[in-house]
């Protein structure tokens, strides 16, 4: 692939593994991140810090409604835009002004920028809360999306965005669901994080509902491999990218006790307001199409974030 490939949302979770993995497989990787105070800024400039440390990694801070992205998308052979407001929860009330302008308002103006470009591929990260609450599982990407929450919907507009700016302007653009991604570098508002830390320190962990919901839980290093993958999808693809680990709630929280060697105290509260009962990730469209096959089971991974959490406790 001729030409650097620009990630969005870089210093993130999921974006810093995937500027890892771009840096390993010899790609010369442009940045951008605005480092928003979702979470603490050192945080991401530590998930940064060993690709900052390569000649082929440029990053720019700023948002992507101010910054000059003319500059930053010429000569992109592929633009990953994973940058977002993050977070159900938290998407309620006045803070979704806040959910518009960096999810939605932001890919409009990203998408007009790499047709002005010709950015040859645009892959975008996507989430199965567009899904909601469906009477079936498997979720299958055919079906009607319908969200419970305001980042569901400023979710799915952006995903609407991208099949507008494919169909009208002709640019290859992709989505793809993520559902429910753990690993090292997950940030500390997230279960996992937060319940690893809780049993570190001998705290109560709090769930929200009775622990019978279930999630499909996906590893970090197979969504990395699934956005990796998407370069090679048509124009316009809608898909999932799960991990093949759907278990209830509580399930989970027993398997990181093991993994943990610690048992779970658990403070139960109400369901919040956005969050669905079950989610489950059919990713045979992503298989045919891509080669997307998940490999991480659920307690190797567990392993890995109980690791990382461990040695950045004074941190997070």
Known sequence: MSGHIVV????????SHLTDR????????????????YYPRACKEANLEGALANSACTLHEANILDADMSAILGGAACVYHLAAQAGVRASWGSSFEVYTRNNVLATQRLLEACVAAAVPKLIYASSSS???DQDELPLREDMVPRPRSPYGVTKLAGEHLCGLYCANHGLDAVALRFFTVYGPRQRPDMAFHKFIKGMLEDREIVIYGDGAQTRDFTYVDDIVEGLVLAQGAPPGAVMNLGGGNRVSLA?????????????????VQHVEAGDV??????VSRATELTGYRPTTNLASGMAQECAWVAGKRSMI
Request: charged share 20%.
């Open 8 to 15: 969005t949302g870089c210093a993130g979770f999921i974006g």
């Open 251 to 267: 399930e989970a929280i027993a398997t990181l006790g093991e993994v943990m060697n610690v048992r779970p105290r658990l403070n």
């Open 130 to 132: 567009v899904y909601g």
């Open 22 to 37: 771009l840096l390993a497989d010899g790609h010369t990787v442009v940045g951008i991140d605005s480092f928003e105070d």
């Open 277 to 282: 009962r079950d989610t489950w990730a059919d």
